[in-house]
């Protein structure tokens, strides 16, 4: 039997996410949603534009170049969809609730499951307001619904009755990203699905949209800060959830 460090797992739902597993050596990278990083093992160092803190929990923000360094075995990193939180509201609730976000991922990591796993979730984001604009929640479903499909802004902003540039506006304001690298979020999503349920990596970036499988990785690798093959070889164990 694999020890309990050794086993990863990745929980999706749409538009969300939750890796729990080894400490991984990740380069610097930015993000597409919001991040809420545990240290399950102990404290972590956020490096961020040129500082550094040692902390137990953060939220990071999209489009925020940081990097990770774990000082114990195992982390937590939940990729939270704009439907979910609001981040200044998020952000300060995380804060609040430091010690008990920590208390639940060491449960999860002694009895992983997935109802924890978005319980979890549910504790930092608590009652934060959904998306309210029902354009925008509209153009996240189609970019969910159709990953691989082009969806250029345009498109979108005409169905929402929208000129481009408002639309873009709109978009940001509602979601705290831009509409590309939600774009690219829902695509790296499908990715998982995917291999989740058999394919291989190559057949699943090109069917989520991405030109080529060194577009797929250097994307990866900017998002999240290791390989794809990097994060496989710790062989995770891939849930697929619907939300409740």
């Known amino acids: 039997m694999c020890p309990r460090s050794s086993i990863s797992r990745l929980w999706l739902w749409p538009g969300r996410a939750v890796y729990l597993g080894p ?5 610097a990278h930015s993000g597409s949603v919001h991040c809420l990083v545990l240290g399950v093992g102990g404290p972590f160092t956020l490096h961020v534009a040129g500082t550094a803190r040692t902390v137990h929990s953060a939220l990071v923000p999209p489009r925020t170049t940081h990097r990770v360094v774990a000082h114990g075995e195992r982390m937590l ?15 300060d ?8 976000l ?11 499951d997935a109802g924890r796993a978005r319980e979890l979730l549910e504790v930092a984001t608590g009652s934060s307001p959904a998306v309210a604009d029902h354009r925008i929640r509209h153009a996240l479903g189609a970019l969910h619904a159709d990953p691989g499909g082009a969806h250029p802004a345009n498109e979108l ?3 929402a009755g929208l000129s481009v540039s408002r639309f873009l506006h709109l978009f940001s304001a509602q979601t705290q990203t831009t509409f590309r690298r939600y774009r690219l979020w829902a695509r790296m999503l499908h990715v998982a699905n995917a291999v989740s349920k058999g394919l291989d990596l190559t057949g699943a970036a090109a069917e989520a949209g991405f030109a080529s499988p060194s577009h797929f ?5 900017a998002m999240f800060g290791l390989t794809p093959s990097a994060l496989l070889g710790t062989s995770p164990e891939i849930s697929l959830e619907t939300l409740r």
Not at 93 to 100: G, H, L, N, Y
């Open 93 to 100: 609730r995380v804060t609040a609730v430091e010690a008990e």
């Open 77 to 91: 990193f939940g990729y939270l969809d704009p439907d979910a939180r609001r981040a200044a509201a998020c952000r």
């Open 102 to 112: 920590l208390r639940r991922a060491g449960e999860l990591s002694v009895h992983p």
């Open 217 to 221: 990785s250097d994307a990866f690798h």
């Open 157 to 159: 902003a005409a169905e």
């Open 23 to 27: 400490s991984l050596r990740l380069d």
